[in-house]
């Protein structure tokens, strides 16, 4: 008789039910493995303390929807970011605040800088940045011509490409 011949008739419904249920606790043992060599990173370290200025920062992106010229985020071919406020009719409006680049899929890569205007009221940021995915939030305060500061937010994805 041939080897597979005499092992075929030796298997039975016991012998195929411990093989479905070993293979079974196999795979769940392997994905347990796996999801515990996954690296987990917060969104933000104080993320419940943001939670609860959230409507300050719905109010804030309100403000952004109101303003009839948005700012825009552009990257050249250099790997250089434009980041373009609306020019406003009034030299004396004054924009302060600071733009935060973060990367959804590593925290090390987040970075950011204080808003610092040219007078054609854009910022150009040379550093470069790691290919893919960016979230930049920008927050900045304005100060129009009769002395009220006026806070916004806004928040602008960018796939970079270098």
Known sequence: MNILTSLWNKFNWGTGIFLFYSAFVFFMLSLVFMSMQQDIQLVTENYYTEGIDFQ???????NVAALKEKPTIKQFENGTIEIKFPTSNSKTDKIN???????????DLDFSLP???????????????????????????????????KKFFQETVLVASN
């Open 56 to 62: 300050k920062k719905i109010n804030q992106q309100t």
């Open 97 to 107: 605040g600071k733009i935060a680049f973060f990367r959804p899929s590593d925290k």
């Open 115 to 149: 808003i610092r205007l040219t007078e054609t009221n854009n910022q150009l940021i040379t550093k470069k940045i790691k290919q893919g995915l960016w979230r930049i939030k920008m927050s900045w305060t304005q100060e129009d011509k009769t002395g009220n500061n």
